[in-house]
Structure formats: structure tokens, C-alpha cells
């Protein structure tokens, strides 16, 4: 009998895509990433290691590469992709931009981030603080971020424009090009 860990659970329970939303393969990934149980690479690893043998394992990679990837960490993050990977340059997710910080997604060119606040992380005064100790930090690095709740993502056409106008300032403050929409998140 063979004994699945945490991973390889995820990657054969992927398998059962008819019965188990990627919505759930998505958050179920978050939470183990989440607990520290497993890597990135760990997970790129094993999907390589187990792609002959176990079908959920091409089945988990669509799913994640569908939702912008798996170094997206949040079912908010990914409301937000299909907005941040409309320009180019690109923006990164998940960028360590200063030894202490790191933002959900930052274009380098523009030293710019957006930050996905969902409710729960957010809501309380203490994350509140918190977000406006990190703020001052990286505006001391001369990065800017940008902030984006579900209820901007409801409003699709006036948050796209909102990021084109903002990346345009942003970088003419640098004297940069900004960056440019190759392409409107689908609405």
C-alpha cells in the first residue's frame, strides 16, 4: 500500500478533476505552500518526477498555469493576473524587493508593485499598521505600490485604467517608458 504525502495527495486527488474544482486543487496548493510544507521547486520536482505515472500531475500544472502560475499565492492574487500580466514589460509576482519585503506583484522598470488586500489579511487595524510600516519602507526605496481589493476588480474597465495611468506617472517620475497594455484583461 502505498502511503501518499501532503504533495503527492494534491497531485493524485487532481486527477478527480470532475469532482474536484480547480478552485480547490488552487487553494488547497496555497495551503500547503502556505504551512511550509512544501516548495516552488518541490512541487516543479515532483510534477517532473511523477508526470509518466500520475495523471493528476499534468492535470495540477494546467490548473495552476491556467490561474497565472504557481508562484501566485492567493485566490485574490489571482483575481488580480489577468490585469498585471496585460503589460510589457511584465510584471513579476512574488518579488523580493528589499531583504524584508516582498510585493504580490512588482514591475521592475517602473519600480512599482500591486498589492492584492483581501478582507481577511486586511480588515483589522493591526494588518492596517502593519501595511503602512511596509508603505514607508519600500517609499524609502523609492518603490510605490499600488492597492487592489475584490471590489476595484468588480469594477474592471475603471481598475484597468487606473494601472495604465499609474504606470505612465509612475514612470515618467523615473523618466522611463512605461510600461505598455499589450492587451485588456478580459472583462
Known sequence: MRVAGPLDALIDSAAFRSEV?????????DHLRGTGKVTVDRLRRRIARLREIAPGADVLEQVLDAAGG????????????????CFEPGFDPQVWVTPRRRV??????CRFGYEYLGRVDHEHV???????ERDAELRREGIR????TKADIDEPMSLFSTMVASLT???????????????????
Open 21 to 29: 474544482s480547480d478552485r480547490e486543487l488552487r487553494v488547497a496548493w
Open 70 to 85: 504557481d508562484r501566485i499565492e492567493s485566490e485574490g492574487e489571482r483575481l488580480l493576473w489577468p490585469f498585471v500580466s
Open 104 to 109: 504580490d506583484f512588482f514591475c521592475r522598470r
Open 126 to 132: 493591526a494588518r492596517r499598521i502593519a501595511d503602512d
Open 145 to 148: 505600490l499600488g492597492y487592489v
Open 169 to 187: 506617472v509612475r514612470a515618467h517620475e523615473l523618466g522611463v517608458t512605461p510600461p505598455v497594455a499589450v492587451r485588456s484583461p478580459r472583462f
